[in-house]
Every structure is written in structure tokens, then in C-alpha cells.
């Protein structure tokens, strides 16, 4: 059986609750703590904390010469600092394992980056709101308890917990019980101390045993069979009724998930609502003069059949276009961003065997310091020889030390510039693919326009021909009466005509427009984008480069003083 989420022991969290008023966390359990001033987690409060993490004696010696790597860091724990408000956990993307339990934080923000997060601890707060936990994916771990939590919310799509402690808070409501039933994976459930756990005549512990049958743990009891039994028994209606809303949710998010992927796909192609009538159905809304044209009758509706159908094979045709060039985009977008991966690894894992074998050079040589050192407090002659070869290793060890600082530098620098050209070139190539693609999408939007010509030329011709044949039989009552003022001014029918026209090709050039202002926009954020993290990566690994060597030069300063410590010990 795993334990609970929180560091605190069980005896702890019962304790706690002794201190409480009723239905009300107790607020004064953080206050009676001797912690520093309230403040928000910083790069400083991260590097102190690893610094003095876990290890004792030679072990945390050793661990806090190491250069701070993010980058590297799986566990952080910053418990009882008086934070006041998360930030800076960026830093750490790699973190599996975060407590942040005795603190004064009241809102859950700022982890949606901490994707490979399995473990969160966020017990001892003063958080009154479940959220932005959905992009924790990974999360199996999650404890809040003894917080000001009213409702459960928002985890519904943490579909690898395993256990979620969530007792000693403020929940009044069986709302929101129902949703874990999408989780899955959950197995542990506390919600021990909270006012629904004292409703009279409603024994919550059945209805959570009913409702979530994957649960194998209950306040940390195993459920056994036979009360699992009772519980379906007990609340039989309220599964059913369940089963039924979480089926058509299902089936709803299934739907809704599917015209999510396809829309996103054709937004990325440029080509979205170009897939059926929308851009033909578009030339007719708000078209006051094309929809008096239309009073003419069967011909205009037999030449708009024509019309719609022209326009239709035109859209298609930009359609498959941009599908096929968004494929050839995608693949080349991989294409480079799987190359920049690897070269970037490349060159890290260059890096990360020379500070290897010169960490072990460092450890040979401060070896021989100490011994000489102590050799040295123990002469009363000779002094300047042991003197000479001190200084002879600080010396060579200053010179390994720059050298590596030369060597990483001119690493970074070289992968930096050959970043920024491969970033240029893939911009060039990605350029002429998007210019290729607008370039053809423009010559189907000019067909566009000139089946936009050729059915106004149409139209042209047929209210000719029925305001003749009106005129003709003397027939002028059944001319609609907009289109009676056309009957002695021949212009007017032509204005009729040029305007629906204008409405139509109007529509034509906005899509066209949409098409190359946003294919041009794509490229401009994705270069941007690229340009940004490349140079936030390159000034972090600079930042990391020099806190290495400053590191070793403090770890070189130190031997005396450590030798120093050492002597009460002897």
C-alpha cells in the first residue's frame, strides 16, 4: 500500500484537525511556525534548496560543488518557506517530484510547463480553488490536504492518478465526485475531515465506494467486497443516472475531439471553410441587390446552379492544394526540428563528458592540495618547497579550469551560430514552400473572380431579356417592384448587376487575402518563435557555463577552510 501524498505523518494530519474549528481548516497551524518572510519562489530559493538537499557529510559536500544544472533536477522540496505565490518552476522542466506543503499559497498557478510532474504536494495551503492541473499528465500523486478547497474540479483529465488526498478542506457538496469516475487509474481517495463527511442520513463512503469503482482505497481502508457490494445495492439509481450522463459525455467529447483535430488541421493549411458552399454561400449574405435579382426567377436560378457549382470546383481545388502543402510543410518542419534535437544533443553530451573527466581531474588535484596542506601544517622546515608545489596545482588547476571555460564556450558558440544558420536557411525553405503554395492558391482565386465576371455578364443578359419580354406583352404588373425602376432606366438594372458583382468579388479577395496575410503570419511567428528560445537557451547555458567555473573557483578557495573544519574532528 503506497503512503499518503503529504510528507506530514498521519498522526500530523489527525492533529492538525483536533486544532480546527469546525468545518473550517485551522489558519493559525503555519503562523505558530518559525519560517521566513513571505516571499515568491525565485531562482535563489531554488538553487538553496537542492543545494541543501538530502545528502550529509561528504555527500552534500560533493553536491553542492556540482553546478546547478535545471535542466537536471527531478525532486525540489520547499516546504515551510512562507510562499506566498508559485513561480520560477519553469527552470525545472524535468521535475518529477515537487512539495510545496506548508506554505501560504492560495492559488495553484504557474506548474502547466511541469509536464513530467508525477508527484505534487501541495497539502497546508490556503488554496481555494482546484485548477491548471490539466496539462500535468503524468501526475499520479496528488495531495491538498487541509486547504479551503469548497469543490472537486479540473482533474478529470489526469488520467494517471493513482492517489488524491483532499481531506481537511472546505467540500460541502457530492458535486464533482462523479467526474474522478474519468480518472481512471485512481485508487486512493481521502476526503477525511471535510463538512460532507458529517452530512446526517448520507454515508459518504458508500456513495464514493458506489460511484468510483476503481477505487481500491477509501480514507486508506481497503474496500472489501462485500462493502462494495452494499454500496451498488445502496445506490443503485444515482450509477444509473451516472452511467447515462457519462456515456453521451463521452460521446459528445468523441465528436467534439474529432471536429477539433480536422479544424485545427485545415486552419494550419489556410484552407479552413473552404471545404463545401461557405465561400459561395458568403457572396450572398448581405448582397440587397443580388437577392433583387433573384426576383427574375427561374433563369437566375438556373444560371446561380451553374454559378454555385463553378465556385464550388474552384474551392475545392484551393482545398486540396493547401492539404497537400501543409503535408510537405509538416514533414519539413520535423525535418528540422528533429535535426536541431539532435545536434543539440550532440554537442551536450560533448559537453557533459569533458565536465565529467575534468570533475574527476578536479577531485585528484584537490586531493593532492589537501595532502599538502596538512603536510604543511605539520613542517616547521621546508615550508618553501610544499609552498612551490601548491602553488604549481592551483596554478595548473586555474589553467585546466580556463581551458575548460574556453572549450564549453566556443561549444555554445558554435552551436549557437549553427543554430541561427540552420534557423535562416530552414526559413528560406520553408519561404519559397509557403510562396509556391500562394502563388497557386492565386491563380484559382483569379478564376474566382473571372466566374464572378462571367455570371454578372449573365445576369446581365437574362434581366435584359426578361424586362423585354415584360415590356414586350405589356406585362409590367407582374415585374417585381423592385425591379420595376429598371423598366425606363436601363442603368439601373446594370447598377443592380455591378453591385452584386462588387459584393461577390469582395468576398473572393477577402479569402484570398485571409490565405496570404495568414500563410505570411505563420511564418514570422514559427521564425520568431525559434529565434526566441534559441537565444533564452544560449543565455541559460552561458549563465551555467561561468556559475560552473565561478563554482570551482569558490570549491578551490574553500580546501583551507574545509581542512580547518576538519582539525576539532581530529
Same mark, same amino acid.
Given at each position: 500500500?503506497?503512503?499518503?501524498?503529504?510528507?506530514?505523518?498521519?498522526?500530523?494530519?489527525?492533529?492538525?484537525?483536533?486544532?480546527?474549528?469546525?468545518?473550517?481548516?485551522?489558519?493559525?497551524?503555519?503562523?505558530?511556525?518559525?519560517?521566513?518572510?513571505?516571499?515568491?519562489?525565485?531562482?535563489?530559493?531554488?538553487?538553496?534548496?537542492?543545494?541543501?538537499?538530502?545528502?550529509?557529510?561528504?555527500?552534500?559536500?560533493?553536491?553542492?560543488?556540482?553546478?546547478?544544472?535545471?535542466?537536471?533536477?527531478?525532486?525540489?522540496?520547499?516546504?515551510?518557506?512562507?510562499?506566498?505565490?508559485?513561480?520560477?518552476?519553469?527552470?525545472?522542466?524535468?521535475?518529477?517530484?515537487?512539495?510545496?506543503?506548508?506554505?501560504?499559497?492560495?492559488?495553484?498557478?504557474?506548474?502547466?510547463?511541469?509536464?513530467?510532474?508525477?508527484?505534487?504536494?501541495?497539502?497546508?495551503?490556503?488554496?481555494?480553488?482546484?485548477?491548471?492541473?490539466?496539462?500535468?499528465?503524468?501526475?499520479?500523486?496528488?495531495?491538498?490536504?487541509?486547504?479551503?478547497?469548497?469543490?472537486?474540479?479540473?482533474?478529470?483529465?489526469?488520467?494517471?492518478?493513482?492517489?488524491?488526498?483532499?481531506?481537511?478542506?472546505?467540500?460541502?457538496?457530492?458535486?464533482?465526485?462523479?467526474?474522478?469516475?474519468?480518472?481512471?487509474?485512481?485508487?486512493?481517495?481521502?476526503?477525511?475531515?471535510?463538512?460532507?463527511?458529517?452530512?446526517?442520513?448520507?454515508?459518504?463512503?458508500?456513495?464514493?465506494?458506489?460511484?468510483?469503482?476503481?477505487?481500491?482505497?477509501?480514507?486508506?481502508?481497503?474496500?472489501?467486497?462485500?462493502?462494495?457490494?452494499?454500496?451498488?445495492?445502496?445506490?443503485?439509481?444515482?450509477?444509473?443516472?451516472?452511467?447515462?450522463?457519462?456515456?453521451?459525455?463521452?460521446?459528445?467529447?468523441?465528436?467534439?475531439?474529432?471536429?477539433?483535430?480536422?479544424?485545427?488541421?485545415?486552419?494550419?493549411?489556410?484552407?479552413?471553410?473552404?471545404?463545401?458552399?461557405?465561400?459561395?454561400?458568403?457572396?450572398?449574405?448581405?448582397?440587397?441587390?443580388?437577392?433583387?435579382?433573384?426576383?427574375?426567377?427561374?433563369?437566375?436560378?438556373?444560371?446561380?446552379?451553374?454559378?454555385?457549382?463553378?465556385?464550388? @470546383?474552384? /474551392?475545392?481545388?484551393?482545398? $486540396? %492544394?493547401? &492539404?497537400?502543402?501543409?503535408?510537405? +510543410? #509538416? *514533414?519539413?518542419?520535423?525535418?528540422?526540428?528533429?535535426?536541431?534535437?539532435?545536434?543539440?544533443?550532440?554537442?551536450?553530451?560533448?559537453?557533459?563528458?569533458?565536465?565529467?573527466?575534468?570533475?574527476?581531474?578536479? @577531485?585528484? /588535484?584537490?586531493?593532492?592540495? $589537501? %595532502?599538502? &596542506?596538512?603536510?604543511?601544517?605539520? +613542517? #616547521? *622546515?621546508?615550508?618553501?618547497?610544499?609552498?612551490?608545489?601548491?602553488?604549481?596545482?592551483?596554478?595548473?588547476?586555474?589553467?585546466?579550469?580556463?581551458?575548460?571555460?574556453?572549450?564549453?564556450?566556443?561549444?555554445?558558440?558554435?552551436?549557437?551560430?549553427?543554430?541561427?544558420?540552420?534557423?535562416?536557411?530552414?526559413?528560406?525553405?520553408?519561404?519559397?514552400?509557403?510562396?509556391?503554395?500562394?502563388?497557386?492558391?492565386?491563380?484559382?482565386?483569379?478564376?474566382?473572380?473571372?466566374?464572378?465576371?462571367?455570371?454578372?455578364?449573365?445576369?446581365?443578359?437574362?434581366?435584359?431579356?426578361?424586362?423585354?419580354?415584360?415590356?414586350?406583352?405589356?406585362?409590367?404588373?407582374?415585374?417585381?417592384?423592385?425591379?420595376?425602376?429598371?423598366?425606363?432606366?436601363?442603368?439601373?438594372?446594370?447598377?443592380?448587376?455591378?453591385?452584386?458583382?462588387?459584393?461577390?468579388?469582395?468576398?473572393?479577395?477577402?479569402?484570398?487575402?485571409?490565405?496570404?496575410?495568414?500563410?505570411?503570419?505563420?511564418?514570422?511567428?514559427?521564425?520568431?518563435?525559434?529565434?526566441?528560445?534559441?537565444?533564452?537557451?544560449?543565455?541559460?547555458?552561458?549563465?551555467?557555463?561561468?556559475?560552473?567555473?565561478?563554482?570551482?573557483?569558490?570549491?578551490?578557495?574553500?580546501?583551507?577552510?574545509?581542512?580547518?573544519?576538519?582539525?576539532?574532528?581530529?
Amino acid at each position: 500500500m503506497d503512503e499518503p501524498v503529504s510528507s506530514q505523518p498521519a498522526e500530523s494530519e489527525a492533529g492538525v484537525e483536533e486544532l480546527e474549528e469546525e468545518g473550517e481548516p485551522a489558519k493559525d497551524f503555519l503562523q505558530e511556525i518559525n519560517c521566513p518572510e513571505p516571499g515568491i519562489i525565485d531562482r535563489k530559493m531554488i538553487e538553496t534548496a537542492y543545494l541543501e538537499e538530502g545528502q550529509r557529510g561528504e555527500a552534500k559536500r560533493l553536491h553542492q560543488l556540482e553546478p546547478v544544472v535545471y535542466e537536471r533536477i527531478q525532486t525540489m522540496r520547499l516546504e515551510f518557506k512562507n510562499i506566498l505565490r508559485i513561480d520560477h518552476l519553469w527552470m525545472m522542466p524535468n521535475l518529477t517530484t515537487l512539495c510545496l506543503n506548508c506554505n501560504k499559497i492560495e492559488v495553484i498557478e504557474h506548474i502547466d510547463m511541469l509536464t513530467a510532474l508525477k508527484e505534487l504536494n501541495l497539502s497546508f495551503n490556503y488554496i481555494t480553488r482546484i485548477e491548471n492541473l490539466e496539462t500535468l499528465v503524468h501526475l499520479e500523486k496528488l495531495s491538498l490536504f487541509s486547504n479551503r478547497i469548497q469543490k472537486i474540479e479540473n482533474l478529470s483529465t489526469l488520467d494517471k492518478l493513482v492517489i488524491l488526498s483532499i481531506g481537511n478542506n472546505l467540500i460541502d457538496t457530492v458535486e464533482g465526485i462523479e467526474r474522478l469516475r474519468f480518472v481512471s487509474s485512481l485508487k486512493v481517495l481521502n476526503l477525511e475531515g471535510n463538512p460532507i463527511t458529517r452530512m446526517p442520513n448520507f454515508p459518504l463512503s458508500l456513495y464514493v465506494t458506489a460511484i468510483l469503482p476503481q477505487l481500491n482505497y477509501y480514507e486508506y481502508v481497503f474496500i472489501k467486497s462485500e462493502i462494495r457490494a452494499e454500496a451498488q445495492k445502496r445506490f443503485y439509481r444515482e450509477i444509473r443516472e451516472i452511467e447515462d450522463r457519462q456515456e453521451r459525455e463521452i460521446q459528445a467529447l468523441e465528436t467534439e475531439s474529432r471536429e477539433r483535430a480536422e479544424a485545427d488541421r485545415l486552419a494550419s493549411s489556410f484552407v479552413e471553410h473552404l471545404d463545401g458552399q461557405q465561400l459561395y454561400e458568403s457572396f450572398w449574405r448581405d448582397d440587397e441587390k443580388g437577392r433583387i435579382l433573384m426576383l427574375i426567377g427561374t433563369p437566375a436560378q438556373e444560371l446561380t446552379e451553374e454559378y454555385a457549382k463553378d465556385v464550388y @470546383e474552384l /474551392t475545392q481545388q484551393i482545398y $486540396r %492544394l493547401g &492539404l497537400a502543402r501543409f503535408g510537405e +510543410r #509538416d *514533414e519539413e518542419i520535423r525535418d528540422f526540428n528533429d535535426n536541431l534535437y539532435e545536434g543539440q544533443q550532440e554537442l551536450q553530451m560533448q559537453g557533459q563528458v569533458q565536465i565529467e573527466e575534468f570533475l574527476q581531474y578536479k @577531485e585528484k /588535484t584537490f586531493d593532492e592540495m $589537501r %595532502l599538502k &596542506l596538512r603536510d604543511l601544517d605539520q +613542517r #616547521d *622546515e621546508d615550508l618553501d618547497e610544499v609552498e612551490a608545489q601548491l602553488d604549481d596545482l592551483n596554478g595548473k588547476f586555474e589553467d585546466a579550469l580556463n581551458q575548460m571555460w574556453q572549450s564549453l564556450m566556443a561549444q555554445e558558440l558554435h552551436l549557437h551560430e549553427a543554430v541561427e544558420e540552420s534557423t535562416l536557411n530552414f526559413n528560406r525553405k520553408i519561404s519559397q514552400l509557403m510562396t509556391s503554395f500562394v502563388e497557386q492558391a492565386q491563380v484559382y482565386f483569379r478564376q474566382l473572380r473571372d466566374v464572378c465576371n462571367h455570371f454578372a455578364d449573365n445576369m446581365t443578359e437574362i434581366v435584359t431579356q426578361f424586362l423585354s419580354a415584360k415590356m414586350s406583352t405589356n406585362d409590367l404588373d407582374s415585374i417585381p417592384d423592385e425591379l420595376k425602376k429598371c423598366v425606363d432606366d436601363q442603368e439601373a438594372a446594370l447598377h443592380l448587376v455591378e453591385g452584386m458583382l462588387a459584393a461577390h468579388t469582395m468576398r473572393v479577395e477577402e479569402r484570398e487575402d485571409r490565405l496570404v496575410n495568414r500563410s505570411r503570419e505563420f511564418i514570422d511567428d514559427m521564425i520568431r518563435k525559434l529565434n526566441t528560445k534559441e537565444v533564452d537557451r544560449h543565455r541559460a547555458k552561458v549563465l551555467e557555463i561561468n556559475a560552473f567555473m565561478e563554482m570551482m573557483k569558490e570549491a578551490l578557495a574553500n580546501i583551507p577552510q574545509e581542512l580547518d573544519q576538519e582539525l576539532p574532528e581530529e
